[in-house]
């Protein structure tokens, strides 16, 4: 299945590459989408999570351009090499999405922000510029970006086009970062290009996954244990709402700053280091949201840590509980959740075991976006058309099904 979909993407975008840019790719980039299994907002309180990668791909094809070429010839005259420098720090990307039918040149000595905020090639920009500051200069190219990671369904589209730029990056130049290193460069990319302060899960998980496994990330020591998942038995089961309620990103970054005063208030470095007794005894000096909050961050990790024991145990039911907990307190305490996803994860729950469904609940930011569900294989296509047809009755909304196993993180399919 993934290298089905993978190659359909690769070789869709290629061609495009060919038509538009008139010769071959010389490097073909893809980076990962991912579902988080468990352990919600809490990347950035210090704590565990547990993603997969999704065979769901950011793809970007690229050639070295004109500039580059011409910047190359000059390179080799020693005497001219005044010429050279100011060819260099005229060299461009240009850049076409597909998706967006749009084209953007990206100046590479300075990549600036797009005028428009939330503009795709922000991303990109992001992260050249991060590459650029590490020495890693690539050349003058053009590129095709081409991505089936749904956009603003919670499975990291963003950080799926930031890997990929990186990876492309690191092929263009030789230079291969540490995974750690490339995924901050990532999320640096993301906080100052794209203004959203978001924790190191799907960077991490972009770069790092592995086929057939989960990756359970230390947000703290940023270690990784990769969990074998192997059991054809269980199928994940990605179900995008399709709605995505528009909250500005204000929502996150305040429940990211109420969880650091809360630890502050707790005296702890963070919420990774406080109980739920000790979150108790000092309940009147937090404001409401303070302690619901802290409740949902310092259970969350202890949920995700116990799912972690729980597969690598093959307790599926276990797994289950842990996952409608998650949600609950997800939909209760951390308020992100809407009542799209709550009637999806109902609709999951109500079919339940004897149905085939193991556990469900929601994934990634929040406010919209998917669920995500274990459920028994030979029965996971009665469950997602039961699903889908009570939802649409009941929400008025057509929903997308997606189901993936563990996919591979980020990589380059093509080098010339
Ligand atoms: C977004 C952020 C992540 C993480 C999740 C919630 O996906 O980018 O860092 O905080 O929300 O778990």
Redesign the pocket.
């Given at each position: 299945m993934t290298d089905t979909l993978l190659s359909q993407i690769t070789a869709r975008a290629s061609d495009r590459f060919r038509k538009r840019y008139g010769r071959d790719p010389q490097w073909i980039a893809a980076a990962p989408g991912r579902v988080?299994l468990i352990?919600?907002?809490?990347?950035?309180n210090d704590g565990f999570?547990l993603p997969m990668a999704i065979d769901r791909y950011c793809v970007i094809v690229a050639a070295e351009n004109d500039e580059a070429r011409m910047s190359n010839d000059e390179c080799q005259k020693p005497a001219d090499h005044s010429s050279f420098v100011i060819r260099h720090s005229s060299l461009n990307a240009r850049v076409y999405s597909v998706s967006a039918d749009d084209e953007v040149v990206i100046p590479l000595a300075e990549p600036a922000r797009h005028s428009t905020p939330g503009h795709w090639s922000n991303y990109i920009a992001g992260v050249i510029a991060g590459c650029t500051a590490r020495n890693m200069r690539p050349s003058g190219f053009d590129a095709v970006i081409e991505s089936d990671v749904p956009v603003g369904g919670?499975l990291?589209s963003s950080?799926a086009i930031e890997v990929a730029t990186a990876t492309l990056v690191e092929a263009m130049t030789g230079v291969s970062l540490d995974p750690i290193e490339k995924a901050l460069l990532c999320q640096k990319a993301?906080h100052e290009y794209a203004g959203?302060p978001?924790?190191?899960?799907?960077q991490f998980a972009s770069v790092m996954c592995r086929s057939d496994h989960l990756m359970l990330l230390d947000c703290r020591s940023q270690q990784i244990e990769h969990i074998p998942f192997s059991d054809l038995n269980v199928t994940v089961l990605i179900i995008n709402t399709n709605v995505k309620h528009e909250l500005s990103g204000g929502e996150?970054a305040e429940r990211r700053n109420q969880c650091e005063s809360a630890a502050r208030k707790l005296g702890v470095a963070s919420l990774r280091d406080a109980t739920l007794g000790q979150l108790e005894s000092s309940r009147s000096e937090l404001s409401v949201a303070e302690y619901r909050w802290a409740r949902h961050a310092i259970g969350e990790i202890a949920r995700t840590v116990e799912a972690a024991a729980a597969i690598k145990a093959g307790d599926w039911p276990h797994v289950g509980q842990l996952m409608y907990a998650s949600h609950n307190s997800l939909r209760d305490d951390y308020e992100v959740s809407c009542p799209e996803l709550n009637l999806l994860v109902e609709l999951a729950s109500k079919i339940g075991p004897q149905g085939g469904v193991i556990g469900s609940r929601m994934t990634?930011?929040?406010f919209g976006g998917c669920t995500v569900s274990l459920v028994e294989t030979a029965k996971v296509e009665q469950v997602a058309k039961k699903i889908s047809q009570s939802y649409r009755i009941e929400a008025g909304i057509e929903p997308s099904i997606l189901t993936s196993r563990p996919a591979r993180g980020a990589h380059i399919t093509r080098t010339n």
């Open positions: 988080n352990g919600e907002h809490i990347d950035y999570v919670g990291s950080a993301e959203v978001c924790g190191i899960m799907d996150y990634g930011g929040g």
